[in-house]
């Protein structure tokens, strides 16, 4: 037989999103004539501004010419888009960074699931319950996991995040070699503030951990108090790596652009005590592995760095945010209990009278028509609750919270 990474078997399927289309699937069959409204849509509706188009024409215009035609570039980005960076995410608000300690890249998913690579095999890795899945399953394909039972891996730390501990997770009893935190936070649309962030890098340094910090809603923070980077928290950058993303805040799901910040003091020891630095790995990974990031994509990015693109980001941020104002009015008008929302394009609401959350699902879906995710399918944790995205269209957003209104009541 082909010798395979045996890891793959205990995978579990695209469980939650195939589930959740075949049930969707099953309604339309019966209820041809009913217009499914979907809340549970974790992409974007919102064109790209026109500055970005025009930065990408212009871009794809130089790639015709032969003085200014492009071909392979710097597998970490060119220069150009790491400086527009650094300046308008991380000086501007007084975090000190080298515009090579940023690394553009096709998407923070990518980047998040590639980087468990740089981990030792015997590593152990914290997540919080419920999780976004991919540092989950890169970590168990990597063979992380030891042994999944009951939807869990033997060896992964589990944080849940309830409204009991007001969705912070409690700091590990043992101490674990990577732990993964997500703010503003999908699936549960809460973020961490800063004394909580500050607890989380003075573990990472006394237990001599890593924590992955992924950023990639960072641009739906409304409080200033409320810190965008990891960096923000003092001696972060000898402890954390940052993912970020321009998906969900520049609307790149289909043009594809990210970035990671691998800052150099960050070090790690090798089994023969060999002191490596995570930037020269990351570098030396992303070299060997990844061609970069098209150039005409990170001239777009460049673009939605700068001015006029980001009043016309903001505008269509604007567009989300009101709509999950209204989801949240909504709740409250029906004393449901919601959470998040208002620094994140997610609801994650508690189902009333103790329904589970594929139940909740079905009850929605039967008798409004509407489509939202089952808050158990990120986690054991996630039981009792479902998310609502509000990237749908503020039209669509409306007629779907009047028919939750008809059938909350
Ligand atoms: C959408 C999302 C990302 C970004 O993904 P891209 O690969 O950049 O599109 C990263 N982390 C979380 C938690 C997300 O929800």
């Known amino acids: 037989m082909r010798s395979i990474n045996s890891a793959y078997a205990g995978l579990s399927g695209n469980y939650l999103f195939s589930e959740v289309a075949r049930r969707v699937r099953a309604y339309k069959e019966k209820h ?62 007084g975090v000190n960074l080298d515009a090579d300690e940023i690394f553009i890249s096709d998407g923070a998913k990518s980047d998040v699931g590639n980087f468990q690579e740089l981990f030792g095999e015997d590593a152990v890795i914290a997540l919080t319950d419920p999780v976004y899945p991919v540092y989950e399953d890169s970590n168990a394909m990597a063979g ?24 912070c997770p409690a700091l590990p009893e043992e ?16 973020v961490l503030d800063r004394d909580a962030l500050t607890r989380w890098v003075d573990y990472a340094k006394k237990n001599d951990s890593l924590i992955m910090f992924d950023a990639a809603y960072e ?21 954390a790596v940052e993912f970020r993303s321009l998906s969900k805040t520049a609307g790149f799901t289909g043009l594809r652009c990210g970035y990671a910040v691998v800052p150099k003091k960050l070090t790690a020891r090798a089994a023969d005590g060999t002191v490596l630095h995570l930037h020269d790995m990351w570098l030396r ?47 409250a008008k029906l004393g449901l209990e919601a959470f998040g929302g208002v620094h994140s394009p997610y609801v994650w609401l508690r189902t009333p009278g103790g329904t589970d959350s594929w139940a909740f699902f079905d009850m929605l879906l039967e008798n409004a028509g509407v489509v939202c995710t089952p808050g158990v399918g990120f986690g054991a944790s996630g039981e009792g609750y479902v998310r609502l995205t509000a990237f749908n269209t503020p039209e669509l957003t409306r007629a779907a919270l009047e028919r939750l209104e008809k059938v909350i009541k």
Not at 180 to 189: F, V
Request: with cysteine.
């Open 32 to 93: 041809p004539e009913a217009d499914v409204i979907s809340l549970g849509i974790g992409d974007v509706s919102q064109p790209l501004v026109p500055a970005v188009i025009e930065a990408l024409h212009k871009a794809v215009d130089e790639m015709g010419r032969a003085e200014t035609f492009r071909g392979y570039g710097p597998e970490q980005g060119y220069a150009f888009l790491r400086e527009a960076i650094l300046k308008h995410d991380y000086l501007s608000r």
């Open 144 to 167: 992380r996991g030891g042994v999944h039972e009951n939807g869990r891996w033997s060896r992964i730390v589990y944080l849940p995040c309830t409204k009991e501990n007001n969705f």
């Open 175 to 190: 101490r674990v070699d990577v732990v993964y935190l997500c703010s503003p936070n999908n699936p549960t649309g809460t």
């Open 219 to 239: 641009s739906f923070i409304r409080d200033e108090s409320i810190p965008r980077s990891i960096f923000e928290i003092p001696g972060a950058d000898e402890v």
């Open 285 to 331: 990974r992303q070299c060997t592995k990844y061609n970069g990031c098209p150039y005409i994509v990170q001239r777009a990015a460049e673009a939605a760095f700068m001015e006029p693109a980001r009043t016309q980001m903001k505008a269509e941020l604007g567009i989300y945010q009101s709509n999950a104002d209204m989801m949240l009015k909504t709740c």
